[in-house]
């Protein structure tokens, strides 16, 4: 199964509203990585936080990490509609550098 | 500078052909890590390399798959007999160690 599982699946959201992600995971990491997937591109890189970390902020995006929980989530304020798109949690693990993502939640920021 | 580049961007083939997909990671990244994700779907790990470390191939999904990264640099992913399953998006990427990975643009692979 994925290490990594994001939930929920899909979120629908007014723009202007915030949205919340969270991703599991089931080992110890090294750090934790959220990328974005606009529909038939490639993915983009949106912020690493490490396993020493507890939050981390880049732009409208707030990310936390509870290691005890093994639980991350991606916060979006203020969303666009080019926010919409699929986010996926990455994990890098501590036994070894395989990154493993889980099925991604599917954002729709309606305008 | 340059980033992830993969080729053939797209290809199309019939059921039982062998293909090969070519990744060119950044320069001087000592990791590399091939994916492929199906339509609506999320990534699927297939392999990755570590400098000259013997490569993590745990997510190949049958020993139709296999990859090569010469020198340290390029890596070929080749799809041997290929059947109309393997059919989807593989993405190549590269990282320093144990940093953020850099994704290519993908190879859309159809298998008809």
């Known amino acids: 199964s994925q290490q990594g599982e994001e939930d929920p699946q899909a979120l629908s959201i007014q723009e202007g509203e915030n949205a919340t992600m969270n991703c599991s995971y089931k080992?110890?990491?090294?750090?934790l990585q959220w990328y974005r997937q606009n529909s038939g591109r490639g993915l983009v890189h949106l912020i690493l936080?490490?396993?020493?970390?507890r939050e981390k902020h880049s732009g409208r995006l707030r990310v936390t990490l509870d290691t005890s929980k093994k639980s991350s989530s991606l916060l979006i304020t203020a969303s666009r509609a080019a926010d919409t798109a699929s986010y996926f949690c990455v994990t890098s693990n501590t036994g070894g550098f395989k990154t493993i993502f889980g099925a991604g939640t599917r954002l729709f920021v309606k305008a | 500078g340059a980033g992830v580049s993969q080729s053939p961007s797209n290809k199309v083939t019939e059921k039982g052909k062998d293909v090969e997909l070519r990744c060119d990671p950044i320069?001087?990244?000592?990791?590399l890590y091939w994916y492929r994700q199906s339509l609506g779907q999320g990534l699927e790990f297939l392999i990755y390399f570590q400098g000259n470390s013997a490569p993590d191939k745990s997510g190949l999904p049958s020993d139709r798959f296999s990859a090569e990264r010469t020198g340290g640099s390029v890596s070929t992913l080749t799809i041997q007999r290929t059947q109309q399953e393997d059919s989807a998006v593989y993405l190549c990427?590269?990282?320093?160690?144990?940093?953020?990975?850099?994704f290519g643009p993908g190879t859309r692979l159809t298998v008809l």
């Open positions: 320069s001087g990244h000592t990791a």
């Open positions: 990427a590269s990282s320093s160690l144990g940093d953020t990975q850099y």
């Open positions: 936080i490490r396993s020493n970390e």
């Open positions: 080992t110890s990491i090294n750090n």
